[in-house]
């Protein structure tokens, strides 16, 4: 039951979260200040402020930042919000400035939102911490949160939009992990702490470089304190990229596209994370000046006229079953689109689909930049998120 005392302070947080906003990744860092020779950053926080021991090195995200304090505590700082991680054997800081969210270990009664971090949280072995789901149970593909629901240790608590209030606040839920579709219903932001439930955005989406989204499971690796296991998984995509790397680019033409059922052609912005995969995997995105980098827009649609002059001579088309559920073959292909018989790739047997589940399987970047590596060398066995579609069999 809250005091008096804690919705008061609460309604305050609110209050000037609304006028003033959370303190930001960048305008956090520049509060910093150093003392002493050891370069000791202190950190606002309380209103004695809090000492900085060290600070997490991130290899490519940019949207995040952990710090971990002389008392033990953990601070994980995103655009929009501040948490304080509060280890099992720590008492809570007094004074602690009002924007700053408490999270105390174990964690646990986690509301995802964000379904792209449940794979990080399966990596990590770490379901069991989220016991609400912006998902119902056949929308997942990651088996262990299918099998969390079919249990019911984990249950749907509403989309993002329509979360069930009475359900989260009566089983204590300890945080809300949303993805940027929130921006669009704020009015669920200023309840949910209302309620006294913390909100923060994963923004790895708008990460620039694919494994800045990999590394954000540094981020729930220090919320969890599996930092070792999280430091880990993502060397091993790491060292994926690292070996590409080390081969000449093949200077093949690439196209990732989806066939609407309105008859336009979605594809990738040129500033996506996709079109930054295929020219790591060693490829060149055939689309080159599409879309507004600042946008953080991932897909154009463009009408089949206009993708046809631009694409017909690609190496290779990708189709995204993400949406429609895919095809099975060629022939199914072509009876989205018939004009796709004139394409190059089609004629000589260079298309692949990606497998449904790819946009859950976060962890997969690297595995994927290495499927499309190996489709442009032609190397078509062992592929994990590609598949190529072959003619039917008369």
């Known amino acids: 039951m809250m005091t008096g005392r804690k919705k008061s302070l609460l309604l305050a947080c609110l209050f000037l979260a609304g006028l003033l906003g959370f303190c930001a990744c960048g305008s956090f860092a520049d509060s910093a200040e150093t003392e002493g020779a050891g370069g000791t950053k202190e950190i606002e926080g309380t209103e004695a402020g809090f000492n900085c021991e060290s600070s997490m090195e991130l290899a490519y995200a940019e949207n995040f930042s952990v710090d971990y304090l002389k008392n033990g505590c953990t601070l994980l700082t995103t655009e929009d919000a501040r948490i304080l991680v509060v280890p099992e054997d720590k008492e809570v800081p007094e004074g602690l400035d009002e924007d700053l969210a408490v999270i105390k270990r174990p964690v646990k009664k986690l509301y995802l939102v964000a379904s792209a971090a449940m794979d990080m949280f399966d990596a990590l072995d770490a379901v069991d911490t989220i016991s609400f789901s912006g998902q119902e149970e056949d929308g997942w593909y990651i088996p262990s949160a299918r099998e969390a629901m079919e249990r019911g240790d984990m249950v749907y608590a509403g989309k993002y939009s329509q979360p069930d209030y009475e359900m989260i606040v009566?089983?204590?839920?300890?945080?809300?992990?949303?993805?940027?579709?929130?921006?669009?219903?704020?009015?669920?932001?200023?309840?949910?702490?209302?309620?006294?439930?913390?909100?923060?955005?994963?923004?790895?989406?708008?990460?620039t470089h694919p494994l800045g989204r990999v590394e954000w499971i540094k981020f729930y690796g220090a919320l969890l304190g599996k930092e070792e296991e999280a430091e880990k998984l993502f060397a091993d995509q790491l060292a994926i990229l690292k070996k590409m790397e080390q081969e000449e680019?093949?200077?093949?033409?690439?196209?990732f596209f989806y066939l609407t059922s309105n008859g336009l052609v979605q594809v990738r912005e040129s500033s996506d994370y996709i079109p930054k995969m295929i020219a790591l995997a060693g490829?060149?995105?055939?689309?080159?000046?599409?879309?507004?980098?600042?946008?953080?827009?991932?897909?154009?649609?463009?009408?089949?006229?206009?993708?046809y002059d631009r694409a017909v001579d690609a190496d290779f088309l990708i189709y995204n079953s993400s949406?429609?559920?895919?095809?099975?073959?060629?022939?199914?292909?072509?009876?989205?689109?018939?004009?796709?018989?004139?394409?190059?790739?089609?004629?000589?047997?260079?298309?692949?689909?990606?497998?449904?589940?790819?946009?859950?399987?976060?962890?997969?970047?690297?595995?994927?930049?290495?499927?499309?590596?190996?489709?442009?060398?032609?190397k078509k066995e062992g592929m994990k998120y590609l598949f190529q579609l072959l003619e039917q069999e008369k």
């Open 170 to 207: 009566s089983e204590g839920c300890s945080l809300a992990i949303e993805n940027r579709m929130i921006s669009h219903s704020p009015e669920v932001v200023e309840m949910l702490k209302k309620f006294e439930i913390p909100v923060v955005i994963d923004d790895s989406s708008f990460e």
């Open 323 to 378: 949406i429609d559920g895919g095809v099975a073959s060629v022939e199914e292909l072509l009876d989205k689109c018939a004009l796709l018989e004139d394409f190059k790739a089609v004629k000589n047997g260079n298309v692949f689909c990606t497998t449904n589940d790819m946009y859950q399987q976060s962890m997969s970047i690297g595995y994927l930049m290495e499927d499309i590596h190996k489709m442009l060398l032609g």
């Open 283 to 307: 490829g060149r995105y055939i689309f080159d000046d599409l879309g507004d980098p600042d946008s953080h827009r991932s897909t154009v649609n463009m009408q089949i006229e206009e993708f």
């Open 249 to 255: 680019a093949t200077g093949k033409t690439v196209v």
